[in-house]
């Protein structure tokens, strides 16, 4: 198959051109690929140093499967996803999916991981090219590995299920599976994009009885309080460290802190700012994938404090992409509310730009 795809040229640029894949192998699966997601990863992707097909997050229907895969069978509909576990290494028996240490793109570091597709399933310009996240959903197939897609168990449509696969489950994932929120307690969400919307939509499901939402952007926060936020907080881009938003964080929670909080800005300095808002013995989250090495006053550790730092909701795929569609499926989940805009490929800056500006909750590309 000659096909469109974006092409990251590793130097901050991509271009829109042709790639060929062939048919799967073994336990790989070909996909026409419906709809893919955009996220803040999908533009950092320009500038990992590597050529690669970019996107990560996508929904489409299998064309075509290998002898040995026995989960999905042409014309399934299918979501995509990087948490690709190879079911046998120590940390999926430990029961961490998510961090496996064969097939995860993640812990993988630069090398192809062992989740990804044989690379001579897909060629560029005559050579084999890797796929972002051992998937290159903005493309119009892609070739991966069965453990990568899971079918779709509930009518959905296909930009909906695009999102579940990444910023979806690393939200709501973030709340009910990494920190635990318990029914009734109070939670404080740092930033209200793509991500931080589902972190609060979890807390919602999970039943908080106080959902704090903190952005520097007014249009994000009305967005916040749709999706569950009980409180905003409009902070200022020239308050150090959120101070003065922590100040407001205390006020709301008597005095004490909140009993969660959740960081999902990606901005180094903020870091530290979710240990400032909970009280002794609360949890602080990480959500946005930090990785700048960044100073902490160990005072905000006192007392008892937890802060963890979760991959992906700790995603199980076969376990809690079906929850979520459930979810989804009775009300409790807002998916189709979360897409602001959708594009073409040829389409792709734009997504980016609005992206970029904090003008969407969640942009889509839509295939051919």
């Not at 901050?12 to 955009?38: N, R, S």
């Not at 489950?169 to 589902?198: D, P, W, Y």
């Not at 376990?319 to 897409?339: A, E, H, M, T």
């Not at 959708?342 to 997504?351: G, I, K, V, W």
Request: glycine residues 10%.
């Amino acid at each position: 198959m000659h096909i469109q795809a974006a092409i990251a040229s590793g130097n901050g640029t991509f271009l829109i051109d042709t790639i060929q894949v062939t048919e799967p192998q073994g336990d790989e699966v070909l996909v026409l690929m419906k709809a893919a997601g955009i996220c803040h990863t999908d533009y950092d992707s320009l500038s990992w140093g590597k050529t690669i097909i970019m996107g990560h997050e996508g929904a489409g229907v299998v064309q075509a499967v290998g002898p040995l895969v026995r989960s999905v069978q042409p014309g399934d509909a299918v979501i995509l996803n990087w948490a690709i576990p190879c079911g046998h290494c120590f940390q999926c028996l430990e029961g961490n999916q998510h961090i496996c240490e064969i097939n995860s793109p993640v812990t993988a570091g630069n090398r192809v991981s062992g989740g990804h597709a044989a690379l001579e399933r897909t060629t560029y310009q005559g050579r084999p090219i890797e796929r972002s996240f051992s998937l290159g959903t903005l493309s119009e197939a892609t070739v991966v590995r069965e453990a990568a897609v899971v079918k779709t168990t509930v009518p959905i449509s296909f930009p909906a299920a695009a999102i579940v696969g990444c910023g979806v489950m690393t939200g709501v994932g973030s709340v009910i599976n990494a920190a635990q929120v318990k029914a009734g307690r109070s939670v404080v969400v740092v930033g209200t994009g793509g991500v931080g919307l589902n972190v609060i939509q979890g807390a919602r499901i999970a039943g908080a009885g106080m959902i704090i939402a903190v952005d520097v952007n007014p249009n994000r926060l009305a967005m916040a309080t749709h999706y569950g936020a009980t409180h905003t907080i409009l902070a200022d881009r020239s308050d150090h460290l959120l101070q003065q938003a922590v100040v407001q964080v205390k006020a709301l929670t008597g005095g004490r802190g909140a009993d969660y909080a959740f960081e999902c800005t990606a901005i180094a300095e903020l870091g530290a700012v979710p240990l400032a808002m909970v009280r002794n013995a609360g949890v602080a989250c990480q959500v946005s994938g930090i990785e700048q090495e960044i100073t902490i006053d160990m005072r905000l550790f006192e007392w008892d404090k937890v802060y963890i730092n979760p991959l992906y909701g700790k995603c199980r795929p076969q376990v809690d992409i079906p929850i979520l569609l459930n979810l989804y499926q009775k009300g409790d989940l807002l998916l189709d509310d979360l897409i602001t805009r959708t594009y073409t490929l040829s389409q792709l800056d734009e997504a980016f730009d609005d992206m970029l500006n904090g003008r969407n909750a969640k942009g889509v590309v839509l295939m051919n």
